[in-house]
Nanobody, 122 residues
Framework: QVQLVESGGGLVQAGGSLRLSCVAS????????MGWLRQAPGKEREFVAR????????NYADSVKGRFAISRDNALSTVYLQMNSLKPEDTAVYYC???????????????WGQGTQVTVSL
């Protein structure tokens, strides 16, 4: 089992920045592919970003490419999502997710956090 706890969400104006953090426990963090997913009101949950076990590879949804950056610190069992140039359409609950396969399919992630709300105002 893996427990994931997100933090860092909040209310920000359009154009602003936020950094989300997710601390993992319960399994060797460095063996896990980590991802961030989000779910906006009335929409399905969607892939945002992922990072490989040793940070060699990252991948982003087209909607956030160039604005968001995923990183991880294996010594702290923590993954981050730096979000810049935020837009109102980025408003969603953001979930940290962990798995063992390199996939953008959200259902390939076996473990999910509880989510943190990000609200971007005009």
């Amino acid at each position: 089992q893996v427990q994931l706890v997100e933090s860092g969400g909040g209310l920000v104006q359009a154009g602003g920045s936020l950094r989300l953090s997710c601390v993992a426990s319960g399994r060797t963090f460095s063996n896990l592919v980590m991802g961030w997913l989000r779910q906006a009101p009335g929409k399905e949950r969607e892939f945002v970003a992922r990072i490989s076990q040793r940070s060699f590879s990252t991948n982003y949804a087209d909607s956030v490419k160039g604005r968001f950056a995923i990183s991880r610190d294996n010594a702290l069992s923590t993954v981050y999502l730096q979000m810049n140039s935020l837009k109102p359409e980025d408003t969603a609950v953001y979930y940290c997710a962990a798995g063992t396969t390199w996939s953008t399919n959200i259902y390939e992630y076996a473990y999910w956090g509880q989510g943190t709300q990000v609200t971007v105002s005009l």
